[in-house]
């Protein structure tokens, strides 16, 4: 069967799923993806990436697609993939590209490993025993709210050079991002990168614009209990689905979605692929909404947030949140 399109996707574990057994065609977790691209029974596609002893008893799709995702992945090295995965667009008429960006503090390296990556990432709020000061488990890599808004930086340049690439290829690009556009406009008015942020065309990103934040830490002055504040609870995911559903489309780790959520974000993705105006505010703005102001405000992750991290790093921000923000702010006693 001859087809005219390639789908591209990558993303870290918000793309590709987490904690489940990785190619069994019974075992396989939903993801946004499967309704991007859904999933058949006969006569459907692997991943491209997959040599072709290894696919057997693995989920075949609708259409031709390359899935870059993996878990932790840094936004780099979905930059190096999509260079590297150019030539496969040549042997289709159009393409179409989902890239849900990551957490930009992650850095990552190919091993000579074959295809093998890893990512720099792991246990990134901790504190140096030397000075107190605020560091990632590297101490050379540098105070972490700084490292963060400088991964933000390259984020922006990944995006609108893959946004170029494909204005001239004729290729479609979709893109998604973890973290807040606010972010992504604080960085820009502050580290010089108003005219490349001005030059990324906001109608392929799902997730952009949103509004200012509000009750949240200044970004000036930064500790690293505000970082965990602001780092955990802006990011697309959890805000989107706590947003939509409370905490009904939260897994277990209360970090990542659900099946159901996956397949909730997906409609909405979809939808809004083909119809530019259903963006995250349209979707915001439905009557069933929980709760819209997840998406920019302190306030109801700190009435309901607090309880429900089981995920490592979300307990992390529940302690910062509870310590920092609920009880210096509480007319009560806060009992855990």
Not at 20 to 36: H, L
Not at 148 to 167: F, L, P, R, S
Not at 212 to 232: R, S
Not at 310 to 316: A, I, M, P, S, T
Request: net charge negative; proline share 4%.
């Amino acid at each position: 069967m001859m087809y005219d399109v390639l789908y591209h996707f990558d993303g870290c574990s918000y793309t590709n799923g987490h904690n489940f057994p990785q190619g069994r065609a019974g075992g396989d977790k939903i993801t946004w993806t499967y309704i991007i691209n859904p999933p058949v029974v006969k006569d459907g596609n692997h991943n491209q990436l997959i040599p072709l002893m290894q696919r057997a008893g693995r989920q075949c799709f609708k259409y031709p697609f390359v899935n870059y995702s993996a878990i932790a992945k840094s936004n780099d090295m979905m930059f190096k993939d999509f260079i590297g995965n150019l030539h496969r667009f040549d042997n289709f008429k159009f393409g179409k590209v989902f890239i849900h960006w990551s957490h930009s503090e992650r850095t990552g390296y190919y091993s000579t490993d074959k295809r093998q990556h890893y990512n720099k990432n792991a246990q990134h709020f901790e504190v140096s025993k030397q000075d107190g000061s605020f560091h990632s488990y590297d101490l050379f890599d540098g105070p972490f709210w700084e490292k963060w808004m400088n991964g933000i930086v390259d984020t922006i340049h990944y995006m609108y050079a893959i946004q170029e690439i494909c204005k001239a290829k004729n290729i479609e690009w979709n893109f998604l991002t973890v973290e807040n556009y606010n972010l992504f406009k604080y960085v820009a008015e502050n580290y010089g990168m108003l005219d490349v942020f001005n030059s990324i065309n906001i109608d392929h990103i799902f997730n952009w614009p949103t509004k200012p934040l509000v009750n949240y830490p200044e970004f000036n002055n930064m500790t690293k209990e505000k970082a965990l504040i602001i780092w955990g609870t802006t990011g697309l995911p959890l805000q989107w689905a706590k947003a939509m559903e409370g905490n009904n489309l939260v897994d277990e780790d209360k970090k990542h979605l659900t099946d159901d959520g996956h397949k909730r974000f997906g409609t909405q993705i979809l939808d809004w692929t083909l119809d530019r105006d259903k963006d995250i505010s349209y979707w915001l703005d439905e009557p069933e909404v929980y709760n819209k102001s997840f998406f920019n405000d302190l306030k109801p992750w700190k009435e309901e947030y607090v309880g429900i991290g089981v995920h490592w790093l979300e307990r992390k921000v529940q302690d910062a949140l509870i310590n920092f923000e609920i009880k210096p702010n509480a007319d009560y006693i806060y009992e855990s």
